[in-house]
């Protein structure tokens, strides 16, 4: 790729979603300063630990690859109620990678800094406490406590105590805290059989009325996470006797525990001029469906690619608004799922109470399980209606497909990770706009006008050549005179049927912001 002009662009924050920023960035050849107020790294338990496929995905393109590798790709779900087992499902486990891992944010976070040691592009600076943020026409003005620093732009993940910066902006960060309490402890120990195995408790006599989430992690760990009443302060005591009420008299080590209220909020902008926010900084929701980071991510992936087409002069600054209407949709979608899960697991009115129960029992009686909500897993979301998307009638997007199932591809829609001979094809989108053509297009035609258009990375392949076989049309559902525009990030930005230069021109114009000339 192209490098990028020579300025610096801060990263406020150096944790996961502030380390992905950082190596995104420095993948399109954009110089990055990190900057975090702690002394430096503490780990400190398992803290997020589920990450999905297409973060995974996004970790591979950054150099991080190691977290799939290293991570506990468990397969199967189970849900109890009372003892009983209510229900459970197996992730479909094909692609190239797996559908989730277990892995503690600690180890997340150790990978992630080596790859940044190998980055000569990305300095990080740690007790840099950030007070202010000021912007003009010309960057942004980063303070800390004893220095100013200047950049063109910055992406600020600084978590969800950011509040002094999100008010310098102007930045509202609306929602509500949740009253019960949960406890977290990660443990080692000897459980056959619960190794690839989430177990999830709605109301076991060992916490009745509440909840415990089990999740098995690599090296023979598991994180517990009990819901406790809002004012409870366990004891060593407390904490000992309820492992034990899972685990039975197995040996065991206590790794780590803490305690923490859920809470859900949303930044009301994204982007404030200069300024992207990014990750807990610009939203929090309740863990259960594991949205936290796995929203984080996507965040970082897209300001990164935006970021360095604005810096390279590939697209205007208008640009980086999408990056606003983007993620906070996702980050709007992920509220509304996890609010609603929230509901069912911590109830508030007795009539809500009354509807967790009748669900629960209609289930345990054979009804419909779909009303026992014990979190909807975190998926990417999908920019169907993004204004950078190029809508095709024919193509219109379904809705979400079936827990486990894959979606049908139209515009907006992430393009399947499809195995090629060599690599995966979503490797092959994030070095640029990707231009996937049908046996009956001319290559060489688009590939001439499309030069003249934009001066940003665009590849033009035709889709018999991606796999030597002509068989990857098929996999796709693409048709022989179709073009498929794929973003840096791979995103479909367009699916064209009959295809002419300027229809894929228009798309490539919305795709990147650039008007006529």
């Known amino acids: 790729m192209t490098a990028a002009v020579g300025e610096q662009v801060i990263v406020v924050g150096a944790g996961p979603v502030g380390q992905s920023a950082a190596l995104l960035l420095a993948r399109w050849g954009v110089p990055v300063l990190v900057l975090d107020e702690r002394p430096g790294r503490r780990p400190a338990g398992s803290k997020s630990i589920c990450q999905q496929r297409d973060v995974l995905d996004i970790w591979s393109a950054a150099g991080a690859g190691r977290i799939a590798e290293e991570g506990l790709a468990w397969t199967t779900a189970r849900t109890y109620y009372r003892g009983e087992e209510l229900l459970s499902w197996t992730f479909d486990t094909q692609g190239p990678l797996p559908p989730c891992v277990n ?48 950049a063109p732009y910055a ?20 929602g509500e805290s949740f009253d019960d309490q949960f406890l977290i402890c990660d443990i080692r120990a000897d459980l056959p059989g619960w190794e690839h195995e989430r177990r999830f408790h709605f109301d076991p006599e060992w ?3 509440r909840q415990v989430l089990i999740h098995p992690c690599p090296e023979g760990t598991y994180r517990i996470d009990w819901q406790i009443p809002p004012h409870f302060i366990p004891t060593g005591q407390d904490v000992a006797r309820r492992i034990r009420q899972i685990i039975g008299d197995r040996d065991y080590d206590l790794l780590w525990q803490t305690t923490y209220r859920f809470h859900s909020r949303i930044a009301s902008r994204m982007r404030v001029g200069r300024v992207l926010l990014a ?8 863990p259960f469906g594991a949205r936290g980071l796995n929203s984080g991510v996507p965040d970082a992936e897209n300001a990164a690619w935006k970021l360095a087409f604005v810096l390279n002069g590939w697209a205007p600054e208008e640009l980086l608004e999408s990056y606003h209407d983007e993620r906070h949709a996702a980050a709007r979608e992920n509220l509304e799922v996890t609010a609603a899960t929230m509901r069912f697991l911590a109830p508030r009115t007795e009539g809500e109470r009354a509807r967790r129960r009748a669900a629960l029992e209609a289930c345990r009686a054979g009804g419909d399980a779909a009303e026992v909500d014990s979190g909807r897993f975190a998926e990417p979301f999908w920019y169907v209606d993004s204004p950078l998307t190029t809508p095709e009638p024919a193509r219109p997007f379904r809705g979400r497909p079936p827990k486990g199932a894959l979606c049908d591809p139209a515009p907006g829609v992430i393009v399947p990770d499809v195995p090629l001979p060599r690599g995966r094809l979503r490797e092959l989108c994030r070095d640029g706009f990707l231009l996937l053509l049908g046996g009956m297009c001319d290559s060489g035609l688009f ?24 068989t990857l049309a098929e996999r796709l559902g693409a048709g022989p005179d179709e073009a498929w525009l794929i973003r840096p990030d ?9 295809a002419g230069p300027e229809q894929v021109i228009a798309a490539v114009r919305r795709a990147s912001r650039l008007s006529e000339v």
């Open 279 to 286: 990750g807990d900084c610009a939203h929090l929701v309740a």
């Open 155 to 174: 992406v600020v993940c600084a978590g969800a105590r950011a509040q002094g910066l999100r008010q310098a902006l102007g930045v509202r960060f609306d």
């Open 103 to 150: 892995i503690s944010q600690t180890r997340t976070e150790q990978i992630l800094d080596a790859a940044i040691a190998a980055q000569p592009l990305v300095e990080v600076r740690w007790d840099h406490r950030v007070t202010g943020l000021e912007q003009d026409d010309g960057g942004v003005t980063v303070r800390c406590r004893d220095r100013t620093l200047r």
């Open 490 to 498: 791979a995103h479909i930005a367009a699916i064209i049927p009959h």
């Open 447 to 470: 590939a001439q006008v499309l030069g003249k258009v934009t001066t940003a990375p665009l590849a033009v392949r035709g889709l018999a050549e991606m796999d030597g076989t002509g």
């Open 207 to 209: 916490n009745p009325g």
